[in-house]
């Protein structure tokens, strides 16, 4: 997918809301494009330039698509980073294949049966769709709020459709899974539960409740702090009751998905 190189100059939010606003009232207006500046706006508002890829903090979250626990992390604690200037010091991945398991056949059985499993590859697709987290966040937000009705919500709301649509017909919903399952049988220590989440490699554990602190305090870059870390609650302290589901629970034998 082709993306424009931006410029970072300080931009004037409100008038660029208003451009957003008028063009939004057209039924002319393009998905896409709408929603790239949407993510314009986004990224340069209050003026905040975000710093050097090379500075962001890493979080990464290993969770699977039925998964209660993640579902709720996903839709209330992941949105903090958006919702905010967060994502300007964290470099977010987000890993959809949790505590899955791969047979010797390329047979992958879900912990939530194989809704799950398709889930997964659909959120997989979206990821591969728009690489950029901001744009594939929203996108699986919508799914794990809406996971009966995510094709009638979520593709209408954010469009993706045919590129989603042949992602997961073909070989690379399956090849993306496989990388997936790599990704999260390779992690050391290994993964425990999910949600699992890691801040620059290394697992938060019980701390993955006040990840905004783990974050923040992370962070090592020149540019200044955003306003949610001198908000957040300190290291330590329980923001959240932290509920997972383990890997080691057993897992339906009828919970398979085969890759044709």
């Given at each position: 997918?082709?993306?424009p190189?931006?410029?970072?100059?300080?931009l004037?939010?409100?008038?660029?809301?208003?451009?957003?606003?008028t063009?939004?009232?057209?039924?002319?207006?393009?998905?896409?494009?709408?929603?790239?500046?949407a993510?314009?706006?986004?990224?340069?508002?209050d003026?905040?330039?975000?710093?050097?890829?090379?500075?962001?903090?890493?979080?990464?979250?290993?969770?699977e698509?039925?998964?209660?626990?993640?579902?709720?992390?996903?839709?209330?604690?992941?949105?903090?980073?958006?919702n905010?200037?967060?994502?300007?010091?964290?470099?977010?991945?987000?890993?959809?294949?949790?505590?899955?398991?791969?047979s010797?056949?390329?047979?992958?059985t879900?912990?939530?049966?194989?809704?799950?499993?398709k889930?997964?590859?659909?959120?997989?697709?979206?990821?591969?769709?728009w690489p950029?987290?901001?744009?594939?966040?929203?996108?699986?937000?919508?799914?794990?709020?809406?996971?009966?009705?995510?094709e009638?919500?979520?593709?209408k709301?954010?469009?993706g459709?045919?590129?989603?649509?042949?992602?997961?017909?073909?070989?690379?919903?399956?090849?993306?899974?496989?990388?997936?399952?790599?990704?999260t049988?390779?992690?050391?220590p290994?993964?425990?539960?999910?949600?699992?989440?890691?801040?620059?490699?290394?697992p938060?554990?019980?701390?993955m409740?006040?990840?905004v602190?783990?974050v923040c305090k992370?962070?090592?870059?020149?540019?200044?702090l955003?306003?949610?870390c001198?908000?957040?609650?300190s290291p330590?302290?329980?923001?959240?009751k932290?509920?997972?589901s383990?890997?080691?629970?057993?897992?339906?034998d009828?919970?398979?998905?085969?890759?044709?």
């Open positions: 997918m082709y993306t190189s931006i410029r970072h100059e300080p004037n939010s409100n008038s660029l809301l208003g451009v957003l606003s063009m939004a009232s057209s039924s002319s207006l393009n998905k896409f494009v709408f929603l790239f500046l993510v314009l706006l986004f990224t340069f508002s003026n905040f330039v975000a710093g050097d890829e090379s500075d962001k903090v890493k979080l990464d979250l290993y969770y698509s039925l998964c209660p626990y993640c579902q709720k992390f996903i839709v209330d604690e992941i949105v903090k980073i958006f905010s200037n967060l994502h300007t010091i964290t470099n977010l991945k987000l890993v959809p294949f949790g505590n899955a398991r791969v010797d056949d390329m047979t992958v879900c912990q939530h049966g194989e809704e799950e499993c889930l997964n590859a659909i959120e997989a697709c979206a990821i591969r769709t950029d987290p901001k744009m594939h966040y929203w996108f699986i937000r919508c799914v794990e709020k809406n996971t009966k009705k995510w009638s919500s979520c593709v709301k954010y469009g459709a045919k590129a989603i649509k042949d992602c997961y017909s073909g070989d690379l919903s399956r090849n993306l899974i496989m990388e997936y399952a790599n990704q049988f390779g992690l050391k290994k993964h425990e539960y999910v949600p699992w989440v890691t801040v620059n490699g290394e938060l554990y019980d701390n409740d006040d990840f602190a783990q992370a962070y090592k870059g020149k540019s200044s955003p306003k949610l001198n908000s957040s609650a330590g302290k329980k923001v959240w932290l509920q997972v383990y890997a080691d629970e057993a897992v339906n009828k919970a398979k998905y085969l890759w044709n």
